[in-house]
């Protein structure tokens, strides 16, 4: 088995998570074509971003989806990666797959629309890629359902879950009004959402049936229903008794006749018969 077939398999039994880190994967590679080498670094066209600019995402409303696929660099696109499995693992280790893909994609679009209102009032115009705020719903959202789970750190020991998170959101805080002040909103409105699903759906709503539905809807939408071929149906007729039944009793009792005269002649002589027998032979022999 080459590589191919060895990532087609993985991708085919991995799971939403890894499909996930896959699909992050492939557009990060897609993007490349937006590279600008003179600059170094990436221009992409507003319709994969997501802008704060209203002229520009009310036109185009999918990039507050899209953006959470696309990454300024590789290492913005390897840390993600390397959050989004270690979150992904803790997830689903206490929910569905279709709530982890429900949540991400709503964290995402949640995330973005705090972004782009935020930087309107601001009277900002900036765009934003980066699948970090999506990320940081699904860790805190863990984290909220298990704040107390031991994880395992290399160089460090056990520590609890609501530790890690806790530094992540710290340092999100303490850049908020440093560099890249966008992303850092966006992270924090999505972890914001990651703690706001939880605590519903420990109240009996699950908005990641929103997802879910849309997802069925259009999977059913393009889904080939199984055609159900033409049977033709061949009735018997039968057609109308003769009298054929009939005539082959007639035949058989003629014959059964015929037969005792020549057993009574076998045995006692053609002189035995009566004259009603040998006339009844004599006819029957025509």
Known sequence: MNILDDLKLQYKIGGISLRLIYWNIACFLISLVFYQFSIGQFDFPNWLELSS????????????????????????????MMVLNFASQLFLTFFTQKQYLGLYILGAVFAG??????????????????????????????????????????????????HITGVILILDLMQLRLDNTGGHISHLAGAFFGFIYIKLLQNGTDL???????????????RKSPSTPFKKVHKNYQKPTEKVTSRIVTKDKTQQQIDEILDKISQSGYDCLTKEEKEFLFKAGK
Do not use: C, E
């Open 53 to 80: 600019d209203p002229n520009v995402f009310l036109f185009k409303p999918w990039t507050f989806l899209t953006y959470a696929f696309f990454h300024s660099s590789f290492l913005h696109l390897l840390f993600n």
């Open 113 to 162: 629309i705090t972004f782009a209102l935020t930087y309107y009032f601001l009277n900002i115009s900036a765009p934003i890629v980066g699948a970090s705020a999506a990320i940081m719903a699904i860790l805190v959202a863990a984290t909220t359902y298990q704040p107390l789970m031991n994880v395992r750190l290399l160089l460090i020991g056990n520590v609890k879950l609501w």
């Open 208 to 222: 990641s049936i929103i997802v879910s539905r849309i997802i069925d809807f259009f999977v059913n939408l393009f």
